[in-house]
């Protein structure tokens, strides 16, 4: 049985902020971090 990884505040924000800057799309700025490209949306609109 595999664990859910748990992210710190500060990992999502640095996620949220690339992802708010549209430099690159949700999905490249996901597979940079390694993350669901659904999730880098929901962070985002946290953020």
């Not at 992210?7 to 940079?32: P, Y």
Request: aromatic residues 8%; positive net charge; without cysteine.
């Amino acid at each position: 049985m595999s664990l859910r990884k748990q992210r710190d505040g500060r990992f999502k924000a640095q996620v949220a902020l690339e992802a708010i800057k549209n430099q690159q799309t949700i999905s490249q700025t996901a597979s940079e971090y390694g993350v669901n490209p659904a999730q880098v949306s929901q962070w985002k609109k946290g953020f």
